[in-house]
Structures are given as structure tokens and as C-alpha cells.
């Protein structure tokens, strides 16, 4: 996976730093407190849906994503792929 697949699935990038993740947030349209999102999402070690651990993805990356509405730009939920995957265009804020 390349580094524009990443942030167009909102996952952390083991190759971006902090700045650059926020930067590219903003540059996909997502509006938040990035700093206290960013904080979340790398300190989160359960789904806020399933409630699951995290698994490690084969690049060694853990596979959890920051769940957003694509109208407003604002985060919902630090979840894991599955739970982003199913609930993707369900609910709007």
C-alpha cells in the first residue's frame, strides 16, 4: 500500500509523521481538532464499535482508521476496518 492509500483510507502511515497525517486530514477535507483525533486514533487499542483489539496488518501497522462522514468532514469513531467497512455512509453529522 502506498502512501496515498493510506490517507485516503484515513489510516495512521508508518512512513508520515504526525504533521504530515494532520496535513493530509485537511487536505482531504476533514474538519476536527486533528491534534486530539490524532492522539486518539495512536493511542487507541480497541474498536469504539466492536470493542475488538486490533490486529496487526502485514506491514506492521495496526488496522484501525479514523471513521468520518464524508459530507461534513468530522470524525466519528477510532474503529477497525471491519466496523469502518459496514458503516460507511450509514449516519451523517
Known sequence: MNKKDYIKLGYIC?????N???RNWKKY??????DL????L?????????????KLRIDGALNRV????HI???CRSICCTSCNNKNEGIWVI
Not at 477535507?29 to 486533528?34: E, K, Q
Not at 495512536?42 to 486490533?54: A, D, G, H, Q
Not at 479514523?66 to 462522514?69: G, Q
Open 14 to 18: 508508518p512512513k508520515l509523521s504526525k
Open 20 to 22: 504530515e497525517t494532520i
Open 29 to 34: 477535507g476533514l474538519v476536527d481538532n486533528y
Open 37 to 40: 483525533i490524532y492522539d486518539r
Open 42 to 54: 495512536v493511542k487507541s487499542k480497541n474498536c469504539e464499535i466492536c470493542l475488538t483489539k486490533y
Open 66 to 69: 479514523m471513521e468520518h462522514c
Open 72 to 74: 461534513s468532514g468530522y
